[in-house]
């Protein structure tokens, strides 16, 4: 901490910095269950005062409260937990209804795309970890393995109800319907490394046969894992030996009419999957090894031709309405003519495709990213990209551009800003950034936005109107918090890997002063009234208050227990600092005085802002998905509100008095409106929320962000 400004050694209470946090959230539904959890508004429990701290009043649900799903842009009434999609990759496409199912592998969901939208209409909730897909349009049935359970789920596709789930007795890794009768084919292996295949009821589930077809043998996984011969029935299996690369491979070839082995083909290099091109009536074999694709004619068993590719393929998709292979390789989908074995055209994507699906009723191509957590759409005939879809959102922080009314939202999942209108309160935007946004805050004189990119080290410049990044200005190791302060312009920045906060010149893109700290600093905000600095050091319980004019240290005033969040009253210039870890708000003077006061609010307190328009401080409580309201008239607590899952943040519309909670692990925003902040009431009966449609379940367990200087 800072003492007469020079600096004196702490005795931190973790050493361990803070990385970067992508939200592992473990939704499951219960096994066999076919029916989606709905959520109405609900009661906030009350909260307990502690020695020494003013009691908070009953908190209750907000009359008119309301939760923007974030990646669907869905306004729904009430206090309503949604499920964000994390890591999407493997696609099915459902042709009876004309929806993508888009297997998000980490967060335990299947999202549900409209073909006819581009929309994500609903989230199917399988448990840990979802890992490949198939879809059966006889029964118009869709399959899913779990990676962690040696497990299969049936789900009727007309309902996204989950109908049974059965054990295999081994780890599924691909999976094919036969399209005669509907009985589901799963080939994967065991943790001796034995590969298995089993055949399953398509009606009941029940597990017909089971077969093992090869010790030390590792069956390739995914979508193109098992391909199915239309024209004499059998199953095909590329496998590599010992689950490791060699210099050949084996094709298993699987009896569909009984569970036998018919053959095993070696193949003189390593297969990383397999497409049945029923135009050729052959198989494309991918080579883990070489930029080509293998013609295998399962008539002859043999090679009868080689594609070129650019790169060495990682997926494939046959489009039936063109007569095209669409084959994924690192940064682009090239397009082959099974008719003349050439390449016909190769379009850039942002990355290696982890998942394609083909819409044979429209012709459009879906390429799901797990690093941008979406889906973009291509015409499957010019190649142009049609849009893309959000599968899911880590909102983390919250800027309210005052000059265009819209509210920016700091997405880590998908490395972008989140655009809001203030106004209509829906989602009108995106600013692709590419890094890690950590911190956000608007600049009212040049009317930009700067943001922390955490892994960069750096802050990128956002010009608001061409919602695009204009420049970057330097930082510390890891940034982390951000502070605009008013009165000079200035830009402060704390950098808890680094031990300082940089303070930033946007106009001149330089640093003005370093300021070191032998704690990490993490939470600031700057006090236009007396011209201050708040910084908060999460390790030691002391927050250090400087003069912004000067850059010198006032004082170091005591906190509680992990200063995490600083909300500053601006008519009065005083601090609220909320504790992560005494689950609770210091109130400190314009100046950084102590005045002993503190007020209890949720557990794991995180974000907080201060609303000018009712005059209160609205502190977010990770841990217990609550927003606490602090009066800052009384300086009490006055109330709080249920909101969605893991709130991080909290952001107010200074116009109107909206207040927006960003809800990290449920990936949405709860809205209150002006009439429901300041005193919040137990709603009567017809006030209550009803219950909502939507097959969303609530997540059952959830790792919260990691605080900086944590371990």
Same mark, same amino acid.
């Given at each position: 901490?800072?003492?007469?400004?020079?600096?004196?050694?702490?005795?931190?209470?973790?050493?361990?910095?803070?990385?970067?946090?992508?939200?592992?959230?473990?939704?499951?539904?219960? %096994?066999?269950?076919?029916?989606?959890?709905?959520n109405?508004a609900?009661?906030?429990?009350?909260?307990?005062?502690?020695?020494?701290?003013a009691?908070?009043?009953?908190?209750?649900?907000?009359?008119?409260e309301?939760?923007?799903?974030?990646?669907?842009?869905?306004d729904?009434? !009430?206090?309503?937990?949604?499920?964000?999609?994390?890591?999407p $990759?493997?696609?099915?496409?459902?042709?009876?209804?004309d929806?993508?199912?888009?297997e998000?592998?980490y967060?335990?969901?299947?999202?549900?795309?409209?073909?006819?939208?581009? &929309?994500?209409?609903?989230?199917?909730?399988?448990? &840990?970890y979802?890992?490949?897909?198939?879809?059966d349009?006889?029964?118009?049935?869709?399959?899913?393995?779990?990676?962690a359970?040696?497990?299969?789920?049936?789900?009727?596709?007309?309902?996204?109800?989950?109908e049974? /789930?059965?054990?295999i007795?081994?780890?599924?890794?691909?999976?094919?319907?036969?399209?005669?009768?509907?009985?589901l084919?799963v080939?994967?292996?065991?943790?001796?490394?034995?590969a298995?295949v089993?055949?399953?009821?398509?009606?009941?589930?029940?597990?017909?046969?089971t077969?093992?077809?090869?010790?030390?043998?590792?069956p390739?996984?995914?979508?193109?894992?098992?391909?199915?011969d239309?024209?004499?029935?059998?199953?095909? +299996?590329?496998?590599?030996?010992?689950?490791?690369?060699?210099?050949?491979?084996?094709?298993?070839?699987?009896?569909?009419?009984r569970?036998?082995?018919? %053959?095993?083909?070696?193949?003189?290099?390593?297969?990383n999957?397999?497409?049945?091109?029923?135009?050729?009536?052959?198989?494309y074999? !991918?080579?883990?090894?070489?930029a080509?694709?293998?013609?295998?004619?399962?008539? $002859?068993?043999?090679?009868? !031709?080689?594609?070129?590719?650019?790169?060495?393929?990682t997926?494939? =998709?046959?489009a039936?309405?063109?007569?095209?292979?669409?084959?994924?390789i690192?940064?682009?989908?090239?397009?082959?003519s099974?008719?003349?074995?050439?390449?016909?055209?190769?379009?850039?994507?942002?990355?290696?495709?982890?998942g394609?699906?083909?819409?044979?009723?429209n012709g459009?191509l879906?390429?799901?990213?797990?690093?941008?957590?979406? +889906?973009s759409?291509?015409?499957?005939?010019?190649?142009?990209?049609l849009?893309?879809?959000?599968?899911g959102a880590?909102p983390?922080?919250?800027?309210?551009?005052?000059?265009?009314?819209?509210?920016?939202?700091?997405?880590?999942? $998908?490395?972008?800003?989140i655009?809001?209108n203030?106004?209509?309160? %829906?989602?009108?935007?995106y600013?692709?950034?590419? @890094?890690?946004?950590?911190?956000?805050v608007?600049?009212?004189?040049?009317?930009?936005?700067?943001?922390?990119?955490?892994?960069?080290?750096? +802050?990128?410049?956002?010009?608001p109107?061409?919602?695009?990044v204009?420049?970057?200005l330097p930082?510390g190791?890891?940034?982390?918090?951000?502070?605009?302060?008013a009165?000079?312009?200035?830009?402060w920045?704390?950098?808890p890997?680094?031990?300082?906060?940089?303070?930033?010149?946007?106009?001149?893109?330089? *640093?003005?002063?370093?300021?070191?700290?032998?704690?990490?600093? !993490?939470?600031?905000?700057?006090?236009?009234?007396?011209?201050t600095?708040?910084?908060?050091?999460?390790?030691?319980?002391n927050?250090?208050?400087?003069?912004?004019?000067?850059?010198?240290l006032?004082?170091?005033?005591?906190s509680?227990?992990e200063?995490?969040?600083?909300?500053?009253?601006?008519?009065?210039?005083d601090?609220?600092?909320?504790?992560?870890?005494?689950?609770?708000?210091?109130?400190?003077?314009? %100046?950084?005085?102590?005045?002993?006061?503190?007020?209890?609010?949720?557990?794991?307190v995180?974000? $907080?802002?201060?609303?000018?328009?009712?005059?209160?401080?609205?502190?977010a409580?990770?841990?217990?998905?609550?927003? @606490?309201?602090?009066?800052?008239?009384? &300086?009490s607590?006055?109330?709080?509100?249920?909101?969605g899952?893991?709130?991080?943040?909290?952001? /107010?519309?200074?116009?109107?008095?909206?207040?927006? *909670?960003?809800?990290?692990?449920?990936?949405?925003? =709860?809205?209150? @409106?002006?009439?429901?902040?300041g005193?919040p009431?137990t709603?009567?009966?017809?006030?209550?929320?009803?219950s909502?449609?939507?097959?969303?379940?609530?997540?059952?367990?959830?790792t919260?962000?990691?605080?900086?200087?944590?371990?």
């Amino acid at each position: 901490m800072w003492k007469d400004g020079s600096l004196v050694r702490g005795s931190p209470s973790r050493i361990a910095l803070v990385v970067l946090v992508v939200a592992v959230v473990a939704l499951s539904l219960p %096994r066999g269950s076919g029916t989606p959890v709905t959520n109405s508004a609900a009661a906030a429990p009350a909260l307990a005062s502690g020695a020494g701290e003013a009691a908070l009043g009953p908190a209750s649900s907000a009359l008119h409260e309301s939760t923007l799903v974030l990646f669907n842009d869905t306004d729904v009434p !009430g206090d309503f937990y949604s499920q964000s999609s994390d890591l999407p $990759s493997l696609e099915a496409y459902d042709n009876e209804s004309d929806r993508v199912f888009v297997e998000g592998f980490y967060s335990g969901v299947i999202d549900v795309v409209s073909g006819h939208t581009n &929309e994500v209409v609903a989230t199917i909730s399988t448990g &840990e970890y979802p890992n490949t897909l198939a879809y059966d349009q006889k029964d118009n049935a869709l399959f899913y393995g779990l990676q962690a359970y040696d497990e299969v789920g049936f789900v009727n596709a007309s309902s996204d109800l989950i109908e049974r /789930v059965v054990s295999i007795g081994f780890e599924p890794l691909a999976m094919a319907a036969d399209p005669n009768n509907g009985d589901l084919y799963v080939t994967g292996w065991n943790a001796t490394g034995t590969a298995f295949v089993a055949v399953l009821s398509g009606t009941n589930g029940t597990v017909r046969s089971t077969l093992s077809f090869g010790a030390d043998r590792f069956p390739i996984a995914g979508p193109n894992g098992l391909a199915f011969d239309s024209v004499n029935g059998d199953f095909y +299996v590329p496998s590599i030996p010992s689950g490791v690369g060699g210099s050949y491979g084996n094709l298993t070839v699987l009896s569909g009419a009984r569970l036998a082995v018919v %053959r095993t083909i070696v193949l003189p290099f390593e297969p990383n999957g397999i497409l049945y091109v029923p135009s050729l009536k052959e198989f494309y074999l !991918g080579n883990s090894s070489a930029a080509d694709l293998t013609v295998f004619n399962p008539s $002859s068993r043999t090679a009868t !031709g080689t594609v070129t590719l650019p790169d060495i393929a990682t997926m494939m =998709t046959y489009a039936s309405n063109h007569n095209r292979v669409f084959v994924g390789i690192e940064g682009n989908v090239s397009v082959v003519s099974p008719s003349s074995g050439k390449i016909l055209a190769t379009f850039p994507v942002t990355r290696e495709p982890d998942g394609l699906a083909f819409n044979n009723r429209n012709g459009d191509l879906y390429i799901s990213d797990y690093v941008g957590n979406n +889906v973009s759409v291509v015409n499957g005939q010019s190649y142009r990209v049609l849009g893309s879809i959000l599968l899911g959102a880590a909102p983390y922080n919250m800027a309210y551009d005052a000059a265009n009314g819209n509210l920016y939202v700091a997405d880590l999942l $998908s490395s972008q800003l989140i655009v809001l209108n203030a106004t209509s309160n %829906r989602v009108t935007g995106y600013v692709p950034l590419g @890094t890690t946004p950590y911190g956000i805050v608007y600049d009212p004189q040049t009317k930009e936005l700067y943001v922390d990119d955490y892994y960069a080290g750096n +802050v990128s410049v956002v010009n608001p109107t061409t919602a695009s990044v204009v420049g970057y200005l330097p930082a510390g190791v890891e940034p982390w918090g951000i502070a605009y302060d008013a009165s000079n312009h200035d830009v402060w920045v704390t950098n808890p890997a680094s031990n300082n906060v940089t303070i930033l010149d946007p106009s001149a893109g330089t *640093v003005v002063r370093s300021l070191s700290f032998s704690t990490p600093p !993490g939470a600031i905000a700057y006090d236009a009234k007396g011209h201050t600095m708040f910084v908060g050091e999460y390790n030691t319980g002391n927050v250090s208050v400087f003069n912004a004019t000067t850059d010198r240290l006032i004082r170091n005033a005591t906190s509680g227990g992990e200063p995490y969040t600083i909300a500053i009253d601006t008519a009065t210039g005083d601090a609220y600092v909320g504790n992560y870890l005494s689950d609770n708000v210091t109130i400190l003077g314009d %100046r950084g005085q102590e005045t002993g006061s503190n007020v209890t609010a949720g557990v794991g307190v995180f974000g $907080s802002a201060y609303d000018p328009v009712d005059k209160d401080v609205y502190v977010a409580s990770f841990d217990s998905d609550l927003v @606490t309201t602090i009066s800052g008239t009384s &300086e009490s607590g006055v109330g709080g509100f249920s909101v969605g899952s893991g709130p991080v943040a909290v952001a /107010v519309d200074p116009v109107t008095g909206t207040v927006y *909670v960003a809800n990290y692990d449920s990936g949405s925003l =709860t809205l209150l @409106t002006p009439s429901a902040v300041g005193r919040p009431a137990t709603p009567a009966a017809s006030d209550a929320n009803p219950s909502e449609t939507l097959p969303v379940a609530p997540p059952t367990m959830a790792t919260r962000p990691t605080a900086p200087g944590s371990a």
